[in-house]
């Protein structure tokens, strides 16, 4: 038999559905009254009145049938259980670090890290703030600074690794700094804040070199690494023939530590880990995570939970789950960039960035346009996403002052395995209708901040 050949073939995803969740489509009146009620932060709405919910990708995965029966082996024994044992020998084998101490999520992590390696007065370096990680080394006395490239902060720059760390940033802060105020250097792959964005694994290893010389230990946040491994497969040359799995032992080596917020590249719902090849440090994480999580064979979680995470991390890893996961995430950007709406450019790895500076260009960052552009969104469609700008950034903890980052932008943030192409569809539609009436927008007041991590809480009005 002989079949015309086709001039071109889709990728679908390897799964099909077996359960299905309902969501339902709110007016615009009542949109219009929810935003209001929820002082302007979709963070506040409640996930009833949302229609498609691209607020985060962290912890809205939907966990596979092998997870699922997973949750009914849970070894809920206080100490030793073998769930926790499970989740250590997938953690060694797909991630290489030595010792691992369970924790809640992410920042249960951060926190143990920050406490154990932070002091007074200690200078991290890093690749890119992130919110709860820059929160605890503050937390502990310590100060981030950024040394990404240049190029991480332009949207519009197509730089294939804009995660990169800039080698010559990194020596000028361990020269001012002094090596001994470092008590690591802060890596994070992909990067959320610059809009997911890769970093190369040849700029890990020239990180790896440097800090080697002064003899300052390097701490992976990996909780999209295997995200960032797929780019490294699509984007590095030498990578194209290794499968992603292989691509991560490799990223990973080049760290001594990890923390990791397993809600996201892990396709469950809850969970992380601290991991590390520092007996030292796993000494004194163990005895710490006592004090704040549990005990160091559950660390928060339930054996249940730790099961669905060591039965997840073989999952993130298969090339063809990573290459649909983020295909989507393309599909609905190309959809964007072909319209000719601002968005980060490369498109990244969890979800697409929409740059706000360039969507209202006439809402001065002090009036937050990247929330008020996430307001829109769910005035017109229902659809939740949320903002990564000003607001995010919040204040210096020192002199009080805000800090305008030069990214405002608002995330787009795609959950693994729960949308299909239609609901990306809808999204595409939506932020178009929006942009064709970016004239009419108007910012907002901040009206209530709080203290700690404040886009969470934050109310705001619209400015008249
Ligand atoms: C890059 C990164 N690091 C750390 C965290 C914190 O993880 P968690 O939310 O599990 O505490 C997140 C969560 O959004 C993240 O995106």
Wanted: net charge negative.
């Amino acid at each position: 038999m002989s079949y015309p050949k086709p001039s071109r073939r889709s990728w679908a995803e390897p799964w099909k559905i077996k359960m299905v969740e309902p969501i339902r489509m709110t007016t615009p009146a009542q949109r219009e009254r929810f935003m209001a009620e929820a002082g302007y932060n979709t963070f506040l709405l409640r996930s009833a009145h949302v229609y498609i919910d691209l607020l985060t990708d962290s912890g809205t995965n939907a966990m596979s049938d092998r997870q699922w029966a997973g949750l009914m082996l849970g070894d809920e024994a206080y100490a030793g259980s073998q769930n926790f044992y499970n989740l250590w020998e997938a953690v060694t084998q797909y991630y290489g670090y030595k010792y691992l101490v369970p924790t809640h999520q992410g920042r249960g992590a951060e926190h143990i890290l920050s406490q154990i390696m932070i002091h007074p007065g200690d200078i991290i370096p890093g690749n890119m703030y992130f919110t709860t990680t820059r929160l605890h080394q503050e937390l502990a006395g310590g100060t981030f600074v950024d040394v990404i490239i240049d190029e991480a902060h332009d949207p519009a720059n197509p730089h294939p690794f804009k995660g990169n760390v800039d080698l010559a940033k990194l020596r000028r802060v361990i020269n001012e700094a002094g090596p001994r105020k470092i008590p690591y250097v802060s890596i994070a792959g992909t990067v959320n804040m610059a809009g997911g964005q890769p970093q190369a694994m040849e700029n890990l290893r020239a990180v790896r070199e440097l800090c080697k010389r002064f003899e300052i230990p390097l701490v992976l946040d990996a909780t999209r690494a295997v995200e960032n491994a797929y780019f490294i497969q699509q984007r590095e040359p030498g990578y194209q023939a290794k499968k992603v799995a292989e691509i991560l032992k490799e990223y990973c080596s080049y760290t001594d530590t990890c923390t990791m917020s397993a809600k996201k590249d892990a396709l469950v719902n809850i969970g992380g880990w601290l991991a590390t090849n520092d007996e030292g440090l796993y000494e004194e994480a163990r005895n710490l995570v006592v004090v704040y999580e549990g005990l160091h064979t559950y660390g928060g979680l339930a054996g249940r939970d730790m099961e669905a995470i060591a039965r997840g991390i073989v999952e993130s890893v298969d090339d063809d789950h990573i290459r649909t996961r983020i295909g989507q995430v393309e599909y609905l950007g190309n959809h964007l960039i072909d319209w000719g709406i601002p968005i980060v450019k490369p498109i990244g790895g969890h979800g697409v960035f929409l740059d706000a500076k360039a969507f209202y260009p006439h809402i001065p960052q002090a009036q937050f346009p990247a929330q008020a552009l996430t307001c829109y969104l769910y005035a017109d469609s229902g659809v939740r996403t949320m903002e990564r700008g000003a607001v995010s950034a919040g204040r210096d903890p020192k002199t009080g002052e805000e800090r305008f980052p030069s990214l405002e932008l608002v995330r787009v943030t795609i959950p693994r395995r729960v949308y299909t192409q239609a609901h990306m569809d809808v999204v595409a539609e939506s932020i178009l209708e929006v942009y064709e009436h970016r004239d009419q927008a108007r910012g907002l007041k901040m009206i209530y901040e709080p203290k700690y991590l404040r886009f969470f809480q934050a109310r705001f009005e619209p400015v008249t």
